[in-house]
């Protein structure tokens, strides 16, 4: 198995890096909290405005964001930062 070079660890760093930015910009603009308030341990708990109605909104919007769908199986899983952008991860492998 071939070794990752310098390039290719910063590459997946930033995709890394810019899932969780866009999983915490989305979840912003749905539930219109600032930004600066969420970060990669936020959770449905923290949100008040994160009910069942705003998450299947939150759903739609990240499968707009970022080009997924996820299966009704999945969606009770997707409640935390972490747990959405690893999700997107599965969905979304680096090559």
Do not use: Y
């Not at 070794?3 to 219109?32: H, M």
């Not at 997707?78 to 979304?92: D, Q």
């Amino acid at each position: 198995m071939k070794d990752k070079t310098d390039t290719e660890r910063t590459a997946t760093a930033k995709v890394s890096d810019s899932v969780e930015d866009t999983v915490c910009e989305t979840i912003a603009d749905v539930f219109g909290v600032p930004r600066a308030q969420l970060g990669e341990v936020t959770s449905r708990d923290d949100v008040p405005e994160w009910d069942s109605l705003g998450h299947l909104n939150l759903i739609l919007a990240l499968e707009e964001a970022f080009n997924v769908s996820f299966s009704v199986d999945e969606m009770p899983e997707l409640t935390s930062v972490e747990a959405i952008a690893k999700k997107v991860r599965e969905k979304c492998p680096l090559p």
